[in-house]
C-alpha cells in the first residue's frame, strides 16, 4: 500500500471513530437528560404530596378547634357560624384527600404510602360522621335555650307567683284564716321555688334515668302547689280571690314554660354534642394526625432517594 493508499485508510477511520464517539457521547447525554427529568418529575410530585399533606393537617385542626367552638357557643348565631367554618375546613381536607389519592394511587412503588392514605381514609371517614352528628346537635343549642328560658321567662312567672300570693297572705292576716292561709302561700311557694331549682340539674343531666327521676320529684311538688292553692281557694273572703287569680295565672303560665324546657332539656342537644367532641371525636381527630403525619414523614423518606445521582 502506498503513502496515499495509507492516508486516506486513516482518514476514514478516524472519520468512523469520530462518528461512533459522537454517537455514543450522545447517547450518554440523552440518557442523563432522561434521567434528570425522571428525578425531577418525581422531585415535584413529592413536593405535591407533602404539601398536601401539610394543608390536610392544618385544615384538619382548624376544623377541629371550629366545632369545638361551635359546641361550646353561648348563641344561636355563634353556634351557626363556628358550625360552617368546620364544614368549609373539613371540606377542604377533603378536597386535598381526593387530590392526594391520585398521586398516591398513580405510584404503584408507593407501598407504604397507599397503605397510610388507606388507614387515613378509614379514620377520616369516623371522624366526618362523627362531625356531621356533632355540628347538628350544637347547632340546635336545646340545652342552652331551656337555660335561656329557666333564667327567663320562668322566673319572672315565679315572681308574678310570690308577689301574688304575698299580697294574699296579707290581705287574709286580719281575718280569721289568715294564719291558715299564710301556711297555704308559703308551702306553694316553696314548692314552686323548688320546682324552679331542679331545672337547672335537669338541664344538665345527661343520663335519662336521672332525668325520670328529678321529673318525678317535681311532679310531686307541682302537686303540692296545686293543693296549697286548692286550700286558699277554698277559704272564705272574697277580698283575696283577685290576688288567688293572678297567682294562678302566674303558676300556669310557670307550668307551660317548664313543659318547654323539659323537652328542650331533653333533647339535651349541647350535652350530647360536647360529650361526642370531648370523647370520640378527641380519639378521631387524634387518629387521623397520627396517620397523616405518619404519612408525611413516608412521603419524605420517598424524596429523600431521588435526590441521590
Not at 67 to 84: C, F, I, R, Y
Not at 217 to 231: H, I, P
Amino acid at each position: 500500500m502506498n503513502a496515499d493508499e495509507t492516508r486516506s485508510t486513516l482518514r476514514t477511520s478516524l472519520v468512523a471513530f469520530f462518528a461512533v464517539l459522537a454517537l455514543l457521547v450522545g447517547a450518554y447525554f440523552f440518557g442523563v437528560n432522561q434521567s434528570s427529568r425522571g428525578i425531577l418529575s418525581t422531585l415535584k410530585e413529592q413536593d405535591a404530596k407533602e404539601h398536601l399533606v401539610a394543608a390536610m393537617l392544618v385544615n384538619l385542626q382548624a376544623a377541629s378547634e371550629a366545632e369545638k367552638s361551635a359546641v361550646m357557643a353561648e348563641t344561636d348565631e355563634a353556634s351557626q357560624t363556628n358550625a360552617a367554618e368546620a364544614q368549609q375546613k373539613s371540606a377542604a381536607v377533603e378536597a386535598d384527600r381526593r387530590e392526594l389519592s391520585g398521586l398516591i394511587e398513580g405510584n404503584g412503588q408507593a407501598e407504604d404510602e397507599q397503605q397510610l392514605l388507606n388507614e387515613f381514609n378509614t379514620a377520616w371517614a369516623a371522624y366526618q360522621d362523627l362531625d356531621r352528628e356533632i355540628l347538628a346537635l350544637a347547632v340546635e343549642n336545646t340545652n342552652l335555650k331551656a337555660v335561656k328560658l329557666s333564667l327567663g321567662p320562668a322566673a319572672e312567672a315565679l315572681a308574678r307567683f310570690d308577689a301574688a300570693l304575698q299580697q294574699l297572705a296579707a290581705t287574709a292576716g286580719a281575718t280569721p284564716d289568715g294564719a291558715q292561709a299564710a301556711q297555704a302561700a308559703f308551702q306553694a311557694v316553696v314548692a314552686a321555688h323548688n320546682i324552679h331549682t331542679l331545672q337547672g340539674p335537669h338541664i344538665a343531666e345527661s343520663s335519662d334515668a336521672e332525668m325520670d327521676r328529678i321529673e318525678g320529684e317535681m311532679t310531686e311538688l307541682d302537686k303540692q302547689v296545686s293543693a296549697s292553692l286548692e286550700t286558699l281557694a277554698n277559704l272564705p273572703g272574697a277580698e283575696q280571690q283577685a290576688e288567688l287569680a293572678q297567682a294562678q295565672a302566674a303558676y300556669q303560665e310557670f307550668q307551660k314554660v317548664q313543659t318547654q324546657i323539659l323537652e328542650l332539656s331533653r333533647r339535651n342537644s349541647n350535652v350530647r354534642s360536647l360529650t361526642l367532641s370531648l370523647g370520640k371525636k378527641r380519639l378521631a381527630t387524634a387518629s387521623c394526625t397520627e396517620t397523616l403525619t405518619a404519612l408525611q414523614k413516608s412521603i419524605r423518606n420517598e424524596k429523600s432517594p431521588a435526590t441521590r445521582w
